[in-house]
Structures are given as structure tokens and as C-alpha cells.
């Protein structure tokens, strides 16, 4: 009797990785589709993941890391998650994924566009684990995959008013904008990452003594974005919401006639980080 194989299709919560999902709806009828639930996602996408489950038809598993994120910023001694240590995405997200496909032979789909065959997503180094890319592999671009989600009458996400990229409210691949937006749409949520923030900036000493703990490297970021406390950035909210506003004048004369998530994502300024998590932002 030949082994079974399980098809799966992670939803991080963005445009993608949604459209994605309706795409192999009914190509591949059996497919599992999940989500890496942090604990730490915005009120947008719990809404949006609710309204694709309609259009999908089938629930969406929902894989919770077996420890929180107050456990592992403890075990990481307070350090903060960063470019360069991205323990969040390992410990919240991939992990968590490979415990649920455990030793079954899987194909993962994954959300990469054909008009962005070059970037990388989440590729499984685990044998069982095999991953195809279809819209590289059908020629779905950008239109495509707005084009699906209109189709499928959900739309994009509600956070594309302000924010470029799906993750976890406290993401450290925000730009300073997007923390100003935080603030405004959810001040609770930006109080809760400056309470984190003061915690390993209590901890480490305001000038980053290297004493704090054997992640307390030379030149480790002890603030959330760009060494700049949060406090600091939102009291500078003004220049920084002219800074945007400029570069967004800007975008919106180079991309007429396009959405303000499409002029948001074109709109950098000299504040702006456009790295982004090759896991959460697909």
C-alpha cells in the first residue's frame, strides 16, 4: 500500500500565501492548510484568517508554539528578536510546523510569485518535506494574486491600510511608520512592545552593557526598531508621519491608479527598513 502523502499550504496572514490557498482550492481538494499562531498577531489578520476559512470551505489549523513567547524571551535571557537572531520565527513558527508534519511525507506549498521567482520563503531542510511553488510555476504575478482575492470576495487584509506585511504586532521588521500606526490603531498592543523594550533595556542597562547574559553580543539591538526606543520614535511621531507622507506623495505619482497598500509598499524613506521575514510576510 503506497504511503500517503499530505499536502499543505501555509496562510501567514498576508495576500499571498491567502491567495494561494483559493488558487489550490480545488486543485488539490485534500489540502491542509495552517497557521502559525504566535499569540502575537494583530486583530486584522484573526479576521481576515476567519473570512478565508468561508472561501476556503474547510477550517485552517491553527499551530500554537508549545511555549509561549514569554518563555522563550526568557531562555533567550531578554534579548530581543532581531535580524539577526530571529529565535521567534524558529522557535514560534517553524518548529511548531515541523512537530505537526512530524515524519509524514508532505508536500508544502508555498506562496512565492512568478514576478518574484528570486526571493526566498520558507524551505524545510527535512527530507520528508518536498516544496513546489505554483504560481512561479503557472505565472501568477502581483495582478494575479490580487486578481484572485477579488474573485474570491475577500480582499486584502485590513491592516494594508497601514501596514506593509502580515506578523506579530511587536515585528522588528516594521518600519518607523508602522510603529506610529500601531500606536493609533492599537495603542494596547504598542504599549505591550514598549513594555518588552523597557524590560531588556532595564535589564541590559540604558548604554547596552555586554554583562547582560551570552546574548548580550557586541552591537545587539536593545530596542525594537532601529536602535531607537519606542518611546523615543513616537515622540518624534510628527517628522516621521511628514517623512512618510512625503514619501508616499512620491510612490503614489510613480504607481497612478494604485491601491494605498501597493503605495505603501513602494513608499520608503530614510527611516524605512525594507527587509521583511521570509516566514510571516508572504
Not at 491567502?18 to 489578520?45: H, N
Not at 512537530?99 to 512568478?114: F, L, N, P, Q, T
Not at 490580487?146 to 491592516?159: T, V
Request: aromatic share 10%; glycine share 8%; with cysteine.
Amino acid at each position: 500500500m503506497p504511503e500517503t502523502v499530505r499536502h499543505i499550504c501555509g496562510i501567514s496572514g498576508g495576500k499571498d500565501s491567502s491567495a494561494l490557498a483559493v488558487y489550490m482550492r480545488d486543485r488539490v481538494p485534500d489540502m491542509e492548510y495552517f497557521f502559525c499562531d504566535t499569540g502575537a498577531e494583530l486583530p486584522e489578520t484573526y479576521e481576515y484568517l476567519d473570512r478565508l476559512e468561508v472561501a476556503l470551505g474547510k477550517p485552517i489549523a491553527r499551530l500554537n508554539a508549545k511555549k509561549g513567547f514569554d518563555h522563550w524571551f526568557e531562555v533567550f535571557r531578554g534579548a530581543l528578536p532581531s535580524p539577526q537572531m530571529r529565535w521567534c520565527t524558529k522557535k514560534m513558527k517553524i518548529e511548531p510546523l515541523e512537530d505537526w508534519i512530524g515524519d509524514s511525507k508532505a508536500v508544502s506549498y508555498v506562496a512565492i510569485r512568478a514576478d518574484e521567482a528570486s526571493r526566498k520563503g520558507y524551505v524545510s531542510t527535512k527530507p520528508n518535506i518536498q516544496t513546489v511553488m505554483p504560481f512561479v510555476e503557472d505565472g501568477v504575478d502581483h495582478a494575479g494574486v490580487l486578481k484572485i482575492l477579488e474573485e474570491a470576495g475577500i480582499g486584502l487584509p485590513k491592516y494594508y491600510e497601514w501596514r506593509t506585511r502580515s506578523g506579530c504586532y511587536f515585528c522588528f521588521y516594521q518600519r518607523k511608520a508602522e510603529w506610529v500606526g500601531l500606536a493609533e490603531r492599537h495603542p494596547d498592543l504598542f504599549d505591550r512592545a514598549v513594555a518588552i523594550e523597557s524590560k531588556v533595556r532595564q535589564d541590559a542597562g540604558a548604554d547596552g552593557d555586554a554583562s547582560f547574559g551570552e546574548y548580550a553580543m557586541k552591537g545587539r539591538q536593545y530596542t525594537w526598531s532601529g536602535g531607537e526606543s519606542l518611546p523615543d520614535l513616537h515622540a518624534r511621531r510628527e517628522e516621521i508621519i511628514e517623512r512618510h507622507n512625503a514619501a508616499m506623495e512620491q510612490a503614489s505619482k510613480r504607481k497612478a491608479n494604485k491601491t494605498v497598500w501597493e503605495v505603501l509598499g513602494d513608499a520608503l524613506d530614510d527611516d524605512d527598513d525594507s527587509a521583511q521575514c521570509s516566514v510571516c510576510a508572504l
